[in-house]
């Protein structure tokens, strides 16, 4: 969230902020809004300068036994005047905060410019694509011929983009998130966090989940919203926070089930697992100092890149371009992961350095050593990875001819010791 002080002093930086993401310039209209109330703010503090001289005024005047009827029908006056404009004050303070939380947070330098992921950049990739001597399948036809993965009884249940996985797969999937988060902790340093899946509006709004973007999210009649991610109970750990520079930075992962509504995703990916209601993931969380951030963003990434290492799953990783990041996002890194029944990547993670943007809404900050004051943390998050995207590719990668599925050595561990997955019954 932006200051309108950093606004006041840099509006054609502000502008150009927007410009990037594909939004027209505000600084003049904010800067309009915010003269008019530091104007009423003004004007109310000289109603009460008045106000003070003349209860002055009235004492002098009773001390001296002299009528002060007219004075106190000033200050009465006054009073009206002074309650009257710190209430347009306060009216202009809440619309300008309104529109600030709408404002996306400003590309880093250097994130490419562009509209949409046809301007992303790839960096790198890893892994070769597999050649099959026969036409791979995608994960839905794999698992639906395995007789462990069931669309049509969730949507008995619960509606369409819900599925249930049955036997093998149900442990695969579990498996998948226990590797994951074994790997994260005992070997990059992360903290398991589990937290709770129903937040508030305070700490959605502090990740920067709304005001704009509550239709993609599953609300409660208690008012509590269903996480559509880790990243917002983990991020808020430190909200109204100052934490000790010698803290940084925080690390932390979960595993949770995460809820969205897809509501801008109507016809994209109605068959399979690939966009879900529910799902599940392990999130990546770091809290740093702005002097390491980058760095931080740099390793993040590659934690979450070094899972697909471990599988054996052929990826590719981007660098999003300004038009294609997510609102708190001041420059993010996809990890695509190969479908070869689907022939291309699909991301399985992204990874994002959200700089001070959601550490000034929800007012978490730390204290330097040797200095008065504090300043705002960074926040990253990333998927490290998502679980059910991880199955889907998994199924796809490690499919043979007859149906079945081998299962990667780095999850052998996890599942018995099964080296194939084969139809149910069989």
Not at 239 to 244: L, T
Request: glycine share 8%; charged share 30%; hydrophobic share 40%.
């Amino acid at each position: 969230m932006f200051d309108i002080k950093w606004i006041r002093e840099n509006p054609e930086a502000f502008d150009g902020a927007l410009k990037r993401r594909g939004q027209p310039a505000q600084a003049a209209e904010l800067l309009a809004l915010d003269e008019k109330r530091r104007l009423a703010l003004t004007r109310a503090q000289e109603a009460q300068a008045r106000r003070n001289k003349l209860a002055r005024d009235i004492g002098a005047a009773k001390a001296k036994g002299e009528d002060a009827g007219a004075l106190l029908a000033e200050v009465a006056r006054d009073k009206d005047v002074e309650a009257e404009l710190q209430a347009e004050a306060d009216r202009m303070q809440a619309d300008l905060a309104a529109r600030l939380a709408l404002a996306p947070n400003a590309p880093a330098p250097d994130v490419p410019d562009g509209k949409d992921e046809t301007a992303n950049k790839e960096i790198r990739r890893w892994g070769e694509p597999k050649k099959f001597d026969f036409r791979p399948r995608e994960h839905f036809e794999i698992g639906e011929g395995l007789g462990l993965m069931d669309f049509e009884r969730a949507a008995k249940i619960s509606g369409a983009r819900f599925v249930v996985l049955k036997g093998a797969l149900a442990r695969l999937e579990r498996a998948l998130a226990s590797f994951m988060l074994d790997l994260h902790t005992t070997e990059f340093g992360y903290t398991e966090i589990n937290p709770p899946a129903l937040v508030s509006d305070t700490a959605l709004f502090g990740t920067g989940n709304l005001p704009k973007f509550g239709a993609d999210l599953f609300h409660t009649e208690t008012g509590l919203w269903l996480i559509p991610t880790a990243e917002v109970p983990l991020t808020n750990l430190v909200a109204n926070e100052i934490v000790d520079e010698d803290k940084l930075p925080m690390r932390m992962t979960a595993m949770t089930w995460c809820f969205r509504s897809e509501a801008g995703a109507a016809g994209k990916d109605t068959r399979g697992m690939i966009r879900q209601h529910q799902f599940t993931k392990v999130e990546l969380v770091s809290v740093a100092h702005p002097d390491a951030s980058e760095d931080e963003h740099q390793r993040m990434t590659n934690c979450a890149e070094e899972v697909l290492r471990r599988l054996g799953l052929p990826f590719r990783t981007v660098v999003l371009c300004s038009g294609d990041m997510g609102f708190s996002a001041r420059k993010t890194h996809d990890i695509e992961v190969w479908l070869p029944g689907q022939d291309r990547y699909r991301e399985i993670s992204s990874c994002s350095n959200c700089g001070d943007f959601q550490a000034r809404r929800m007012k978490a900050r730390f204290k330097a050593k040797g200095e008065k004051g504090t300043r705002f943390v960074h926040t990253l998050n990333g998927s490290g990875i998502a679980v059910g995207r991880a199955l889907v590719a998994i199924l796809e990668n490690y499919q043979q001819a007859d149906g079945s599925v081998r299962v990667p050595d780095a999850l052998k561990p996890y599942m018995g010791g099964l080296d194939v997955i084969r139809p149910a019954g069989a």
